[in-house]
């Protein structure tokens, strides 16, 4: 069985500041790890996945998130926040399709 | 591309009537989710089709809440009787491929239930 845990439920940054939305995973196999995006009143939004190629992962909007198997960590990162990017955000492990783990989210306030 | 389609996007319910969601996922795509999240969490998957057929429902509530998908396209999930505890926003994915080791899912806007 696999699980998500993301450390902070809630992240308040600064408009051009860098963000770090943090999530550690469990997983009896190699998983997948994604990170989505959810706006008010919007569906989810794949930010970016890792599949067991390259350990940076680069996604849309500037950011990225860097798989550290030793770690069993799954961070998102951009270097400089926007406004915009206020948002819930989730991560996501996966084994098989059927088996997706979302964490609790992550609600992140971008102050002017 | 359109995306995934859920209607309606809001219904306000009282407990113990019954309610009915739909979606039309990207055309195409083999495999169609619902989701449960409730405020304050991550989505729960309730049930998941491949084409017509239900590969999962293990953590669908099935002495209120069925889905079915006839022709393999799109899909609607009912609540009957509804409870105070079902509210929540119901999501729809689809994904593209019906191997089981791909894994990227496409979501719609979802349907979010108030039940009184």
């Known amino acids: 069985a696999q699980s998500v845990t993301q450390l902070d439920s809630h992240v308040s940054v600064s408009e051009g500041t860098p963000v770090l939305l943090r999530c550690n995973y469990s997983?009896?196999?190699?998983?997948?790890l994604f990170w989505y995006v959810q706006h008010p009143n919007k569906g989810l939004q794949l930010l970016l996945k890792?599949?067991?190629?390259?350990?940076l992962v680069k996604g849309i909007n500037g950011f990225e998130a860097e798989f550290k198997k030793s770690e069993t960590s799954f961070h998102l990162t951009k270097p400089s926040a926007h406004m915009s990017d206020a948002a819930e955000y989730f991560c996501?492990?996966?084994?098989?399709?059927?088996?997706?783990?979302f964490g609790a989210g992550t609600r992140l306030t971008v102050k002017p | 591309e359109a995306g995934v389609a859920q209607s309606p996007r809001y219904k306000i319910i009282e407990k113990r009537q019954s309610v009915a969601f739909w979606c039309n996922p990207i055309?195409?795509?083999?495999?169609l989710y619902w989701y449960q999240q409730i405020l304050g969490q991550g989505p729960k998957l309730l049930i998941q089709?491949?084409?017509?057929?239900?590969?999962?429902d293990s953590q669908l509530p099935k002495d209120r809440f069925s889905a079915e998908r006839l022709k393999g396209v799109d899909s609607t999930l009912k609540i009957q009787p509804a409870k105070l505890e079902d509210s929540a926003v119901y999501l729809c994915?689809?994904?593209?491929?019906?191997?089981?080791?791909?894994?990227?899912?496409?979501f719609g806007p979802g349907t979010r239930l108030t039940v009184l």
């Open positions: 997983s009896s196999y190699s998983p997948s």
């Open positions: 994915a689809s994904s593209p491929r019906d191997r089981v080791s791909y894994n990227e899912q496409f």
């Open positions: 996501v492990v996966s084994v098989t399709t059927n088996d997706m783990r």
């Open positions: 089709f491949q084409n017509n057929g239900v590969v999962d």
């Open positions: 055309s195409g795509h083999a495999t």
């Open positions: 890792y599949t067991s190629a390259a350990t």
